[in-house]
């Protein structure tokens, strides 16, 4: 055997590792996605043999006629309002706060000090203010809102917003903003026209997050809102009772709130591999 | 009509001063360059003139007025950036205009003074391009197009052509002469390239760590240098120094190292030799001595030495040349014909010596 094919062999060999590699670590991450789907479209029976049925011997779609056919629908548009709301939000304010932070307009030992408690109410596990929060949400005559939850969620994804984008913040050239000052613009104006679009790629990164988060949230949804502003987590959560587990519906009901999460991933996907490489490399 | 003028300002960032005591009036249409190595304020200048710094004390004034206050935008300044800081998502036509557009301009108005500026730096057929499409060169004109579309009354520009390769650096050196010359503007340039300087200004301003070293016509200051740090900063190659006592000899000056005697041709009654208390650095520039093979000296002053290197630059050589540990380069003709190891004979230049102070650095060889 040459060098040359003996090398050819060692490449693709390592090749083939990498892919091999590649497959497991999908498989592993892939498999409760699937297992949720397959779930949802197997006969009832099936759910709960011993051992798993991996591979559903039919399709069943029942699942997804019970739980599209109910009040379910009026939920999903409950979630739907409540977490757009909360990402637009927890986007526009948190992008203008980091502006504010990343700027020398305010001296640097105050700077600190704010960034530092944003980030404290994160350090919080949510469960230990859960109970007073849900007295001052109350009080203030707004449990089973919509504002609840958009409250709620903006002020636990602002944080995190906050200390993302002021990255994306401090990693714009200076000299940029710097000719915009020269050319006359005032804050609002450089934060809008030059900031803004070419930190978008951090904003879209920010917003899938903050949407992630606030679709997903269980805790403060389940204690906030009783029916009114009752979101999809809570509604699948009431497959499960005492008397029963309603395995089918739950992994409809699960499978369809992925789908709103894809979507959103799939038309922000130009930006986000942009934007969690922003500023390794200059150009 | 744009005079600056600066009165005693002082910037200090934390306890680092980067500014002081800077007083410098630059005349209606003047093209003044500030020039000095990394960290001697002269950035810092600049954008205290542009109002992207706040002074920490002294007071700045266009046009008679005091503009410490006055927001940037409304100094009526345009700057270009070393890194050139074109917006990246906006059109060469947008990136141009994009100042005018603030100011609530016109679109017809804005796109006449585009297509203007354009056509003056030859980038008409980029317009619709991004600025990441566009080469080195092709970056530096929009900058530049930014800046002379606001028809502005002063134009600052920081460090302008050091991103450029040096070709187009030299190429570009003299399309911003003519484009000034042409427009009339009061410029104030910022270089730590002496040769930019040198070629491009009608007074240039040496400054060293904050501290303005000497101010004049570029020609007057590397004829005159006040200072070691003035003579060493202008010319390329720089000046030689050597390390020198000064002694009577006869009824002239001589100076003396590592047991050469170098004759200064300067008469001893002069005050030099107090002035100096002995010691003293001796300054002469490269084109200021001359160079010849033993035997062809015309001058009894003439000082032997050993040729070190010859670098061949097609129009002219540099001879490094040893004498006696001492170290001094000279320019000579391309017809020079020297090998390493060579000896050969030096001539100085007498009406062209330097001679410092070695304790203050002033220059003291008038006096």
Redesign the interface.
């Known amino acids: 055997m040459s060098i040359a094919q003996n090398y050819r062999l060692r490449r693709n060999v390592s090749t083939l590792q990498l892919y091999l590699l590649i497959i497991l670590v999908l498989i592993v991450i892939a498999f409760p996605v699937y297992w949720l789907i397959s779930t949802s479209v197997k006969p009832s029976i099936e759910s709960l043999t011993n051992p798993p049925t991996y591979i559903p011997s039919r399709l069943v779609f029942d699942n997804y006629i019970a739980v599209l056919k109910s009040e379910n629908v009026k939920f999903l548009v409950n979630s739907l309002i409540v977490a757009l709301a909360s990402t637009v939000l927890t986007s526009v304010l948190g992008a203008m706060a980091a502006y504010a932070l990343s700027k020398n307009y305010i001296a640097f030992a105050i700077r600190r000090g704010l960034m530092l408690w944003i980030l404290v109410t994160r350090i919080f596990p949510p469960i230990t203010t859960a109970i007073p929060y849900y007295v001052i949400i109350k009080n203030l005559g707004l449990a089973d809102t919509y504002a609840a939850l958009i409250i709620t969620y903006v002020s636990y994804g602002l944080p995190f917003v906050i200390w993302l984008m002021l990255g994306f913040f401090q990693d714009l ?1 200076a ?2 903003e ?9 804050m609002w ?1 450089r934060f809008r ?2 900031v803004l ?2 930190t978008l790629p951090g904003l879209a990164v920010t917003a899938i997050f903050a949407f992630i988060y606030s679709w997903n949230e269980f805790l403060y949804a389940s204690i906030l809102t009783s029916f009114t502003a009752k979101t999809l987590p809570v509604v699948i959560s009431t497959f499960i009772s005492d008397q029963y587990l309603r395995w089918g519906e739950m992994s409809a009901m699960g499978s369809m709130m992925i789908i709103p999460v894809m979507i959103f991933a799939l038309a922000t996907q130009k930006y986000l591999v942009r934007g969690l490489t922003f500023g390794a490399v200059k ?1 | 009509m744009a005079e600056i003028h600066f009165e005693n300002v002082t910037k200090r960032f934390g306890s680092v001063v980067a500014l002081r005591e800077f007083n410098l009036t630059v005349a209606d249409k003047e093209f003044v360059t500030l020039v000095g190595p990394s960290g001697c304020g002269k950035s810092t200048t600049l ?1 205290i003139l ?3 710094e706040d002074p920490s004390e002294g007071l700045i004034f266009i046009d008679g007025k005091v503009v410490n206050e006055m927001p ?3 100094r009526d ?3 270009v ?9 906006m059109s060469v036509r947008e990136n141009i205009g ?2 005018l557009k ?2 609530g301009m016109t679109k017809a108005e804005i796109d006449r003074r585009v297509e203007d500026a354009a056509r003056i730096l030859g980038i008409e057929q980029l317009l619709a391009r991004r600025p ?1 499409e566009l080469s080195g060169g092709q970056r530096q004109r929009v900058a530049l197009g ?1 800046a002379i579309t ?1 028809e502005p009354k002063v134009f600052l520009l920081d460090e302008p052509l050091s991103n450029l390769d040096a070709k187009l650096r030299t190429q570009m050196r003299a399309d911003l002469k003519l484009l000034f010359t042409r427009l009339g503007g009061t410029v104030v340039y910022v270089t730590h390239d002496q040769a930019e300087a040198m070629t491009l200004s009608d007074r240039v301003v040496v400054m060293k760590d904050g501290v303005v070293q000497q101010v004049g016509d570029p020609l007057y200051l590397y004829d005159h240098p006040d200072n070691i740090f003035v003579a060493g900063f202008l010319g390329s190659p720089t000046m030689n120094f050597i390390d020198c006592e000064l002694a009577r000899q006869g009824d002239q000056v001589v100076a003396m190292t590592n047991g050469v005697v170098w004759p200064l041709a300067l008469p001893a009654d002069g005050p030099l030799l107090d002035r100096a208390r002995g010691r003293a650095v001796l300054g002469i520039r490269p084109e200021d001595i001359a160079v010849c093979l033993p035997g062809q000296a015309a001058s009894r002053q003439a000082i032997s030495c050993t040729v070190e290197v010859v670098e061949h630059m097609g129009s002219l050589n540099i001879i490094y040349s040893d004498v006696q540990g001492t170290r001094l380069v000279a320019t000579t003709e391309s017809g020079f014909v020297a090998r390493s190891g060579d000896p050969a004979v030096l001539t100085l230049n007498a009406h062209k010596l330097h001679i410092f102070d070695r304790e203050t650095s002033q220059n003291i060889t008038a006096t």
Do not use: E, T, W
């Not at chain 2, 950036?81 to 998502?89: D, T, V």
């Open positions: 050239p000299d940029i710097k000719a915009a000052i020269v050319d006359g613009c005032s104006q026209q030059v679009p070419l150009g | 954008n542009a109002g992207l940037s935008g409304k300044i345009a700057m950036f070393q890194s050139y800081a074109l917006y990246p998502h994009f100042g603030v100011r990441r930014r606001r």
